[in-house]
Structure formats: structure tokens, C-alpha cells
């Protein structure tokens, strides 16, 4: 039975050769056999058979008998896909891993000598698209100070929190005493949140390293104004801050 050209098509976009195709497919319809006969069975010139077989053989479609004359068979197909799948897994891991070193070494390289230690972030959709930046790179404390005027955006904060809050991050939140009940329940689900009577501006840290500073114009979505620094000093200079108020005798517990 000869095989359709789709499927042939389709074993040549697999990585077979169609002298390999057609040396297989006479192997599994014909049994084993030397390489003289399936040079006459696949049409195959026999200058050209032993490479097909050659490569059938180290992609795991056939066994190689060694002998005089050296035998070749056919694997099921079941099997020969399944180790072609082994092969190709394997190396596409060892590639993407060589690969992924390399390049990590040099974006971090070039990230420390070019990336900007500050950015100016302009309009709520660069300012939150920032956060999830933070929400993704925190790894064990995130400090928050919100003003009420950011109360419209809580659900998506407490969507991005949530994350973290399941990652074991240490979470603290102050923000104004005039937060509605419901507002301030629901960022309770994830975060130890304080209350003041006053708080100015607003901001995140994480890690005591990166900071977003919220420097207001918030009137429109779009006249939104923030700062965004990976700096540790900066970051340091704002969790001192941040602790003072939070450990204020002005700063309410619940």
C-alpha cells in the first residue's frame, strides 16, 4: 500500500527526507530487509539508500542489524513518533536552555549599563501596566500607600495583589480613614491595611528596591503622573516613610 502524498507531506514537515519516507514505508510494508532491497523497493539510488537509512536509523524510525549484510526494520509507528517526539523535546530543551543563558547574560548586562534608574509614567493604563511589572518581579514584601482617589481602581489592585498574596509576599497597605467599609473589606482579603486621617501622595515599594511614586493630576485617566525608580536608596528612603507612618500612634489598626 503506498502512502498518500499528504502524508508524505506531512512526514517531510516532521524533518524526514523523502528518500527517508519512501525507505521507510517500504520497510514497514515489506518487513526487514537489506539495503540492495530497499534501494529496489523504495526506488531509492542505492548510492543514496545507506544515508537515508543512515539517518532513518539515528532518529529512531528503524533498527540497524549489524551483520554481512548489514538488516534493517522498521519501529512501529507508534514508537518512531514517540521517540522522534523524546529526541525533539530534548534537544529543543538543551537549544532553548543554551540559548536562554546567553541571552539573560546579556540583556542583564545591558540592562544595568543602559536602563534608566527613573521613568516618568503618564496616564493610569502606564502606571498600572507598571504595577503588574512590580507584582511580577516582587518576591517578598510590598509596601502600598493609596490614597482614597485611587478607591475606583481596587478591584484591579486587589487582582493584582492576589498573585502575590498566594506567593507568600508580605503585603501592607495604608491608605485614608474617608475609604468606604466595602472598599476597605475587600483590600483586607489580601493585604494588612491601616488607616489614616492623613495621608499625602501615594506610592509602592518592592523589595526595597523598585518604587512607584504617585505625584497626583489624577483628574483625568490620561493627566495621571507617576515615577517609577529602581534605585535602592530612593526605594530605602521611601520605606523608612512608609514604616514611620505606619507604626504612627495617628494610623489606625483596622
Not at 92 to 114: D, F, H, P, S, V
Request: glycine share 8%; hydrophobic share 40%.
Amino acid at each position: 500500500m503506498s502512502l498518500s502524498e499528504k502524508a508524505g507531506a506531512a512526514l517531510e514537515s516532521l524533518g524526514l527526507t523523502r528518500a527517508e519516507v519512501r525507505a521507510y514505508v517500504a520497510l514497514i510494508g515489506k518487513g526487514t530487509m537489506t539495503a540492495s532491497e530497499i534501494s529496489r523497493a523504495a526506488r531509492i539510488p542505492y548510492s543514496k539508500v545507506y544515508d537515508a537509512l543512515e539517518a532513518l536509523h539515528r532518529k529512531g524510525w528503524i533498527d540497524k542489524h549489524e551483520g554481512r549484510p548489514i538488516l534493517y526494520a522498521a519501529k512501529s509507528p507508534n514508537t518512531a513518533m514517540e521517540e522522534m517526539n523524546t529526541r525533539y523535546e530534548a534537544d529543543r530543551k538543551e537549544k532553548e536552555m543554551l540559548a536562554l543563558k546567553e541571552l539573560t547574560g546579556i540583556y542583564e548586562n545591558k540592562g544595568e549599563q543602559e536602563r534608566p534608574e527613573i521613568w516618568i509614567l503618564r496616564g493610569t493604563a502606564q502606571i498600572l501596566s507598571q504595577l503588574r511589572s512590580l507584582v511580577l518581579d516582587c518576591r517578598n514584601e510590598m509596601l502600598i500607600a493609596m490614597p482614597t482617589a485611587i478607591a475606583p481602581y481596587a478591584e484591579e489592585i486587589v487582582a493584582l495583589l492576589t498573585a502575590l498574596k498566594e506567593k507568600g509576599v508580605k503585603i501592607e497597605m495604608l491608605t485614608g480613614e474617608d475609604l468606604e467599609k466595602e472598599t476597605f473589606t475587600l483590600l483586607s482579603s489580601v493585604a494588612d491595611v491601616r488607616r489614616r486621617k492623613t495621608l499625602y501622595g501615594g506610592g509602592v515599594i518592592a523589595d526595597s528596591r523598585q518604587v512607584v511614586l504617585l505625584l497626583g493630576g489624577g483628574e483625568t485617566e490620561a493627566s495621571a503622573l507617576a515615577i517609577w525608580a529602581d534605585h535602592i536608596g530612593l526605594a530605602g528612603f521611601a520605606k523608612d516613610y512608609f514604616q514611620m507612618l505606619w507604626n504612627s500612634e495617628e494610623t489606625k489598626r483596622k
